[in-house]
T-cell receptor
Framework: DTGVSQDPRHKITKRGQNVTFRCDPISEHNRLYWYRQTLGQGPEFLTYFQNEAQLEKSRLLSDRFSAERPKGSFSTLEIQRTEQGDSAMYLCASSRPGLGGNTEAFFGQGTRLTVV | RKEVEQDPGPFNVPEGATVAFNCTYSNSASQSFFWYRQDCRKEPKLLMS???SGNEDGRFTAQLNRASQYISLLIRDSKLSDSATYLC???????????FGAGTRLTVKP
């Protein structure tokens, strides 16, 4: 399978615990995005990487959230001291640059986080 | 004001109907525009890009109005399989991040 893959697919954690999610983008895609989606809402932008550089970070991303893409390939998203409000689907997407902007972004199936 | 706004619906239409969705965006520097489709509990997938001149793909037509900062999606002869949430996506060239609307839910009924 050469699509975007995310691991784990589901995560249940107790409030206050730390969690880490992984995203493996399509291999030739240099752009990688993290989004959060709750029921009935569209994906909310969290952060964006071009290669290993984190170029933008949403104001939604509190200090408890950190993302890395150390070698410009896979990425991790860590949430420290989880809160119940962090419960959501965390989506990763990747794309490659095109003329005048982005080409199609391909999404992984997401990691569903439940904080209890 | 939200960066990308859509009418959340739901739109409930009979098979064969024509339905149109609009989406407005706040940043006039936005450069690329897309419509994505998301089925229940699935990831979003690209439906079509939106070009300045407007574009058509079978029963689907997308339009862009830069002056009024909105894009539209028209679905003709709707099918049961068109039932999904349609997400408007706007991208700024210099930032290259992609911002999604909240989505418009469509249900096509027999």
């Amino acid at each position: 399978d050469t699509g975007v893959s995310q691991d784990p697919r589901h995560k249940i954690t107790k409030r206050g615990q730390n969690v880490t999610f992984r995203c493996d983008p399509i291999s030739e895609h240099n752009r990688l995005y993290w989004y959060r989606q709750t029921l009935g809402q569209g994906p909310e932008f969290l952060t964006y990487f071009q290669n290993e550089a984190q170029l933008e970070k949403s104001r939604l991303l509190s200090d408890r959230f950190s993302a890395e893409r150390p070698k410009g390939s896979f990425s991790t998203l860590e949430i420290q001291r989880t809160e119940q409000g962090d419960s959501a689907m965390y989506l990763c997407a990747s794309s490659r640059p095109g003329l005048g902007g982005n080409t199609e972004a391909f999404f992984g199936q997401g990691t569903r986080l439940t904080v209890v | 004001r939200k960066e990308v706004e859509q009418d959340p619906g739901p739109f409930n239409v009979p098979e064969g109907a024509t339905v149109a969705f609009n989406c407005t965006y706040s940043n006039s520097a936005s450069q690329s525009f897309f419509w994505y489709r998301q089925d229940c509990r699935k990831e979003p997938k690209l439906l079509m890009s939106v070009y300045s001149s407007g574009n058509e793909d079978g029963r689907f037509t997308a339009q862009l109005n830069r002056a009024s900062q909105y894009i539209s999606l028209l679905i003709r002869d709707s099918k049961l399989s068109d039932s999904a949430t349609y997400l408007c996506v706007v991208n700024m060239f210099n930032n290259n991040d992609m911002r999604f609307g909240a989505g418009t839910r469509l249900t096509v009924k027999p």
